[in-house]
Nanobody, 115 residues
Framework: QVQLLESGGGLVQAGGSLRLSCAAS????????MGWFRQPPGKAREFVAA????????YYGSPVKGRFTISRDGAKNTVYLQMDDLKPEDTGVYYC????????WGQGTQVTVSS
């Protein structure tokens, strides 16, 4: 089975930026939609962004539109999430996902935004 490994999370002040990476263990993900969800403390998991393998179209959840950008490097089997103008409400565990026959999830990376 393919495995997804997220990295790039950390602690940042409001207004700062982070870049998350999601590296797949194999090219099995080639041709499939990949994306990001997040789970704030004490809340349900919510959609953040998704990208078709060709790079378009892209999709964003309403809270992050205009601030986050999803991209991918097919040669590296890697998807990125550039997060700008971070807000405290962006705090949570960010999970990478690939839409195969079923959704395959990474273990998540913690993002904490201080006010």
């Amino acid at each position: 089975q393919v495995q997804l490994l997220e990295s790039g999370g950390g602690l940042v002040q409001a207004g700062g930026s982070l870049r998350l990476s999601c590296a797949a263990s194999s090219s099995t993900v080639s041709g499939y939609v990949m994306g990001w969800f997040r789970q704030p403390p004490g809340k349900a998991r919510e959609f953040v962004a998704a990208i078709a393998w060709r790079g378009e179209p892209t999709y964003y959840g309403s809270p992050v539109k205009g601030r986050f950008t999803i991209s991918r490097d097919g040669a590296k089997n890697t998807v990125y999430l550039q997060m700008d103008d971070l807000k405290p409400e962006d705090t949570g565990v960010y999970y990478c996902v690939v839409e195969l026959a079923e959704r395959v999830w990474g273990q998540g990376t913690q993002v904490t935004v201080s006010s």
